[in-house]
């Protein structure tokens, strides 16, 4: 079989370099049709139109930076030197997002610009700048521990970050590579920063970025069918799969997408964990932060399956996976391989890959659930999402039990509304009763709703967030009501053998 020579990609030598043959392009064929069946790409013009919207929220940038920088009477050729500059990161920046997918922007600006500014004048600059009516849903969350303004624009979901960089300049010319930006960063500067730096450094560190593209909008849509893609509740989530997948094409450069799929498979679940998966060797760099190191930190030690981010200072992206999760990880990695197999030899078809879950239907005897409560939505949203930051604990403390031997969390929470007349109801509600679940506003899972106040409470930034009022007044059609807002987590139980 024909072989090309290229360079070595990632920490060990390719397990093989040889060139696809015409049942793997065949294979590789088949694979793109499907994704496309599964709408997993968008058509040309809703990319361009992505563009457009990014280029807009460029101008606005630049403009807010001039605008704080004249506030505070800066030189002219200050303020005109001061910059600033959008960069993108997550599935938008990988180039596997689909038509549902909101674009994760930065916004980098110079020292003097505070996040205060930020909150106080980017909103305002984005509604005067922006097409009329171009601007949705914007919902900022500055007391979270990384800032946010979640909003729709042109009929995108964004969400915006903030970081400053140590410099009086923010130049369109600059990128994220060299570690010394990094110097006198605030440690939330730096998370912020940190999503563009390890995308970029994944991108560069793949033989063939269309190919690992293709594998992984493969990937990501076979972990979200199966509910094992999230980070909250013990899961990999998106930057951890696109690690795996780019490790596994360093092993076979030359192989095409539906190749690395199903070596995937085979590698990753046979993979000696807590041997850690790395794209590159970890790096030293100027700051006195921590990076990933076991033989340093005893806490690293217990980290199941680490996967680690190239980009410095390194860390583990899946620190929250339990013994339960693990041992689903490990038997969807088993199951697919199973089903890739099939598919090469003309058994099976991808669809059959990408089938839905079974966790509500087939999967357990035994199923626990959590429901958070509130009397208000924007309360709910907050204590929804502490609770859900908590859920992996609970698992966590249950697997301590001998009877049990998975506890596996569902991957998202369920919403609901509930009306109800008294407090008997509400209490038959806290209980997991829906016979008051209001008709006219359907169940929404977690994941759909997405609100950056949910968001940042179960990924541990709320911190500094202030809890919403609870308390709310019966709303009144003819009779009193008294609406209960509930979100549900799952966990099924799998017992041990003898129990």
């Known amino acids: 079989m024909a072989t090309l020579q290229t360079k070595q990609y990632g920490v060990t030598p390719p397990i093989s370099q040889n060139l696809p043959t015409d049942p793997e392009l065949a294979a590789n064929d088949a694979l793109i049709a499907e994704l496309k069946r599964q709408n997993n790409f968008e058509s040309t013009g809703e990319t361009e139109r992505r563009k457009a919207t990014l280029q807009q929220l460029q101008k606005i940038t630049t403009e807010f930076v001039k605008l704080v920088s004249k506030k505070k009477n800066l030189p002219q050729s200050s303020i005109d030197a001061a910059g600033g500059k959008i960069f993108t990161f997550g599935s938008y920046r990988l180039g596997v997002y689909s038509p549902s997918s909101d674009i994760d922007t930065l916004v980098l600006v110079p020292k003097h610009v505070a996040r205060e500014d930020f909150f106080d004048h980017f909103p305002t600059l984005l509604e005067r700048m922006a097409p009329p009516g171009a601007v949705e849903e914007m919902t900022p969350v500055p007391d979270a521990f990384v800032p946010i303004i979640k909003l729709k624009l042109s009929g995108i979901s964004i969400d915006l970050i903030f970081a400053r960089l140590a410099l009086p300049s923010v130049p369109l010319s600059l990128n994220l590579k060299d570690a010394s930006i990094l110097r006198g960063l605030e440690e939330r500067d730096l998370r912020s920063l940190n999503g563009t730096r390890v995308t970029d450094e994944i991108l560069d560190l793949v033989p063939q970025k269309q190919t690992f593209r293709t594998a992984l909008r493969g990937i990501k849509l076979w972990a979200q069918r199966r509910a094992i893609y999230a980070n909250v509740m013990g899961f990999p989530g998106g930057v951890a799969w696109a690690m795996l997948v780019a490790r596994v094409c360093q092993l076979y450069p030359q192989a095409t997408g539906s190749v690395l799929i199903s070596k995937f498979f085979r590698i990753i679940g046979k993979w000696s964990w807590p041997q850690p998966v790395q ?99 924007d309360a709910q949203h907050v204590w929804s999402g502490l609770v859900e930051s908590k859920v992996r604990l609970l698992v966590s403390n249950l697997e301590n039990q001998e009877s049990i031997a998975v506890a596996r969390p569902f991957n998202k929470g369920f919403d609901r509304v509930h009306h109800c007349k008294n407090e008997n109801d509400i209490e038959a509600v806290l209980n997991g009763d829906l016979k008051f679940q209001a008709t006219n506003v359907k169940t929404e899972t977690t994941d759909n709703v997405n609100d950056p106040k949910h968001t940042a409470a179960a990924q541990g930034d709320a911190d500094g967030m202030a809890m919403p009022n609870g308390h709310s007044e019966a709303h009144t059609n003819g009779e009193e009501k008294l609406t209960i807002y509930t979100t549900t987590y799952y966990v099924g139980i799998e017992l041990a053998q003898g129990k």
């Open 279 to 377: 794209l590159k060797n970890i790096e030293d760099g100027p700051l006195q932060v921590r990076v990933w190191n076991p033989k340093v930190y005893p806490q690293d030690k217990f980290h199941l399956m680490p996967i680690i981010t190239p980009a410095y200072p390194s860390m583990c992206a899946t620190h929250n996976i339990t013994m339960s999760t693990k041992t689903i990880i490990t038997r969807e990695l088993e199951r697919g391989g199973d089903i890739a197999d099939k598919i090469f030899t003309g058994k099976m078809q991808w669809k059959d890959l990408f089938s839905k879950h079974t966790f509500f239907t087939d999967g357990y005897k035994y199923y626990l659930s959590v429901i958070a409560s509130s009397r208000t939505k």
